[in-house]
């Protein structure tokens, strides 16, 4: 039991650490003369906090399931979110006709663009600067209703405004038998470990761009659109902070 406290605590306690950082980049931001137009503060904080952080979330990506799910993503492919890049390198080129980045916080512009240039993608990858609720937009680039293969949603559910509604969004864009890829972090079962998401949370979307700790995620998945489960499965420890939700959903087609 003793060890099992340690190991709850240590995990409790690490969210601290990134906290701080991404509390000291909205200062550094705060009192730059730097801006991207149209972009807050905390979006500017968070793309230069995430973008600097990026290589070590990379790495602890590695070491679970989703590479092996990115590299599941086909066709015409919808990234929700894809911030400075990170998966890019993990999906299969030869697999996708055309991948379309949507992300809405613009301050990612240079660095997404960047890595793209890197990898040689930009033949396939389009970044689209914009919400996945602005129909107009995602219009302008042919993503209509049943225009979308695939989905990937890698660690954004969790702070998007209205988690419901983007689902079902997401269910509107993909053809019949498209599939949803998600690795996304979310409400601890354990309740201690929920408790103590809840008191993290009255800081944590405040310095992670409204990222929240406790979504009820394979809740949200499931109740928001009509889907099959191809696969879907918890990933983490009892006390693990991100406990994740990751797998496969496939559309099911109504009427």
């Given amino acids: 039991m003793g060890f099992d406290l340690k190991i709850r605590l240590r995990s409790y306690l690490d969210k601290s650490s990134p906290l701080l950082s991404a509390f000291r980049s909205i200062w550094t931001v705060y009192r730059s003369t730097d801006h991207e137009p149209g972009t807050s503060v905390q979006r500017r ?12 979330f990379i790495a602890y990506e590695d070491t679970t399931s989703l ?9 015409t492919v919808l990234e929700l979110g894809p911030g400075s890049g990170n998966q890019l390198q993990r999906y299969k080129a030869d697999q996708i006709t055309a991948i379309y980045g949507v992300e809405p916080n613009a301050a990612f512009r240079a660095a997404l663009t960047a890595r793209v240039a890197a ?107 009509d889907w099959e489960i191809v696969e879907l499965r918890e990933e983490g420890e009892k006390w693990s902070m991100m406990p994740r939700v990751s797998g496969i959903l496939r559309k099911v087609q109504r009427g």
């Fill in 67 to 75: 590479p092996a799910l990115a590299a599941a993503a086909h066709g």
């Fill in 119 to 225: 990898l040689q993608l930009d033949a396939l990858y389009v970044p689209v600067f914009c919400d996945v609720m602005d129909r107009a937009t995602l219009e302008r680039h042919g993503l209509v209703a049943e225009s979308v293969d695939c989905v990937t949603s890698f660690g954004v559910l969790c702070s998007v405004e209205h988690p419901e509604q983007v689902v079902a969004q997401l269910w509107r864009l993909l053809k019949p038998g498209g599939e949803l890829v998600v690795w996304e972090h979310g409400a601890s079962a354990d309740w201690v470990t929920w408790v103590v998401q809840k008191i993290w949370n009255l800081v944590w979307p405040v310095a992670l761009d409204g990222c929240r700790l406790d979504r009820p995620i394979a809740d949200i998945l499931l109740k928001s659109a």
């Fill in 45 to 56: 904080a968070f793309a230069q906090w995430f973008t600097e952080v990026a290589p070590h």
